[in-house]
T-cell receptor, first 110, second 115 residues
Framework: TQLLEQSPQFLSIQEGENLTVYCNSS?????LQWYRQEPGEGPVLLVT?????EVKKLKRLTFQFGDARKDSSLHITAAQPGDTGLYLC??????????FGAGTRLTVKP | GAVVSQHPSRVICKSGTSVKIECRSL??????MFWYRQFPKQSLMLMAT?????????EQGVEKDKFLINHASLTLSTLTVTSAHPEDSSFYIC???????????FGQGTRLTVV
């Protein structure tokens, strides 16, 4: 069982549509990160959220950390083909190990 | 963000040989480094966590004698796959963190193929 449950696992949308990816857990995390990975490369950090209820924006991407620091969401507005990739959430627990969700594979069709 | 360099990016080796993968933090001191394995179209599975100067902590099911991890300095960790088998073929990725609870930065990954 994954410590972090990501949904949906696969998402295929048309350019210009909006989407939300969810990352849920029954555990509390001291911080949570979102990464984007392209095939054959390592994940690239998008954002870190630390405070419960925190909202961060990165151009068309909006990240939110749940009030209880157990869940997070990533919302993309007006998706573009360049947004295609594997989106991973990851969290640090108090014992300093970092765990990943299963990932959401996003395809944005032109 | 901080830069982590992983080498080699691709390696092909024969069954029974050993392969060493290096992970270097280029512009920061990495007190903690993580090694992951990723199967096609799947997420990253943590293999082990290493802190500089101490023994790595392996995840359940990961053979420490097969996957040797050394974190001898604050900028370098190595993963050695010993007596490689075709089933060890995979994408291996390292990440490095500056301290407790801070974000980790990833290397480019190493595609290992054992023939």
């Amino acid at each position: 069982t994954q410590l972090l449950e990501q949904s949906p696992q696969f998402l295929s949308i048309q350019e210009g549509e909006n989407l939300t990816v969810y990352c849920n857990s029954s555990s509390v995390f001291s911080s949570l990160q979102w990464y984007r990975q392209e095939p054959g490369e390592g994940p690239v950090l998008l954002v870190t959220v630390v405070t419960g209820g925190e909202v961060k924006k990165l151009k068309r991407l909006t990240f939110q950390f749940g009030d209880a620091r157990k869940d997070s969401s990533l919302h993309i507005t007006a998706a573009q083909p360049g947004d295609t990739g594997l989106y991973l959430c990851a969290g640090f627990k108090n014992n300093n190990d970092m765990r990943f969700g299963a990932g959401t594979r996003l395809t944005v069709k032109p | 963000g901080a830069v982590v360099s992983q080498h080699p990016s691709r390696v092909i080796c024969k069954s029974g040989t050993s392969v060493k993968i290096e992970c270097r933090s280029l512009d920061f001191q990495a007190t903690t480094m993580f090694w992951y394995r990723q199967f096609p179209k799947q997420s990253l599975m943590l293999m082990a966590t290493s802190n500089e100067g101490s023994k790595a902590t392996y995840e359940q099911g990961v053979e420490k004698d097969k996957f040797l991890i050394n974190h001898a300095s604050l900028t370098l960790s190595t993963l050695t796959v010993t007596s490689a088998h075709p089933e060890d073929s995979s994408f291996y990725i390292c990440s490095a963190s500056q301290g407790r609870y801070t974000e980790a930065f990833f290397g480019q990954g190493t595609r290992l193929t054992v023939v």
